[in-house]
């Protein structure tokens, strides 16, 4: 069994659950039970770097059957494919563009132009000409520069002034189990008369040391019993938890560096519901890498011609 990855563990997520980034990497065949010697560390961690934004940093290792994923995040930095392959810089919104500073490549965009997702930025091709201005040749080079533009995001949020809110009784029941692989084995598990409960499970993966984890699983069920209750809330209640949600939203943005420069959302309340909606002006990041493949291809053919010809 050291022979296969039992535990991938993640680390330094801030915006992305563990359950997110794992089904993401499931659906890149990354999963619990694969062989270590299929695990390529590298291509995981330019997956993860590639497809979200923003995270910037990613490091992937094998201990023992662990698979461990440090990761950072940080809206503040533009992302960047750590390649040596020519590339440009394209736009990961639409956006007006409110500052750009190039250090390699050819910028195509300047302060104030509007542009949409997918355009070139920044062109990884650099024309280099004579003291006349006639063109020599052309360079492929990794473009890098730094990009900010300003966003529109549409927010909307809305609270119900009569809800149901659910709440648990004193009345819980726990269950004891097994699990190995897929397969569950309860050890003691009564009978469960409750009409409406919610599962919480505390589950122990059985590991020598801290780094060789196996597929086998101790776990506590807690079976927890609620009903529902009609709740009204008057609508400066609404209003205050509205206000409360749109803080918190702010303040996420704040915590990645994100400048919010314009703010109209407005709250209104009818004899239903409250709603908050508007937008939300932001300035932030707006470029990533993407690899100019006509080169790599030509590149290719070039040289799969030199070795035939060796």
């Not at 659906?27 to 910037?56: F, P, Q, W």
């Not at 024309?127 to 520069?145: F, Q």
């Not at 995001?153 to 648990?168: G, H, I, M, R, T």
């Not at 509205?242 to 803080?247: F, R, Y």
Request: hydrophobic fraction near 35%.
């Amino acid at each position: 069994m050291s022979l296969f990855i039992w535990d991938i563990h993640i680390e330094g997520n801030y915006s992305y659950t563990e359950d997110v980034l794992l089904d993401f990497l499931k659906s890149k065949d990354v999963i619990h039970g694969m062989k270590r010697d299929d695990v390529d560390c590298s291509a995981i961690e330019k997956m993860l770097r590639s497809e979200y934004n923003d995270v910037t940093w990613v490091s992937a290792s094998i201990s023992g059957t662990r698979l461990i994923i440090r990761i950072q995040e940080n809206f503040d930095n533009m992302v960047m494919l750590e390649t040596d392959a020519p590339s440009n810089l394209v736009a990961t919104k639409d956006c007006k563009i409110t500052s750009i500073v190039t250090r390699s490549g050819t910028p195509l965009v300047k302060k104030g132009d509007i542009v949409a997702e997918g355009d070139i930025l920044v062109s990884g091709i650099v024309d280099i000409t004579d003291d006349y201005g006639e063109h020599i040749r052309s360079e492929y080079v990794g473009a890098d520069a730094d990009v900010y533009g300003e966003v529109v995001y549409e927010y909307e949020d809305s609270q119900p002034l009569f809800y149901q809110k659910k709440v648990y009784t004193q009345n819980q029941k726990i269950a004891y189990a097994i699990r190995a692989f897929s397969n569950r084995l309860y050890l003691y598990a009564g009978k469960i008369n409750f009409e409406s409960f919610d599962i919480e499970t505390e589950q122990n993966q059985l590991h020598f040391g801290s780094n060789y984890y196996l597929p086998f699983f101790l776990e506590k069920c807690y079976y927890k019993e609620y009903v529902y209750e009609q709740v009204e809330l008057s609508k400066e209640e609404v209003e205050k938890i509205l206000q409360k949600n749109l803080s918190n939203f702010f303040e996420n943005f704040l915590k990645k560096g994100v400048q919010i420069v314009g703010n109209n959302v407005k709250i209104q309340i009818d004899g239903k519901k409250g709603k908050a909606s508007g937008k939300v002006m932001m300035i932030v990041p707006v470029a990533k890498t993407e690899v100019i493949e006509a080169v790599i291809e030509r590149d290719d053919i070039l040289n799969e011609y030199n070795r035939n010809n060796n």
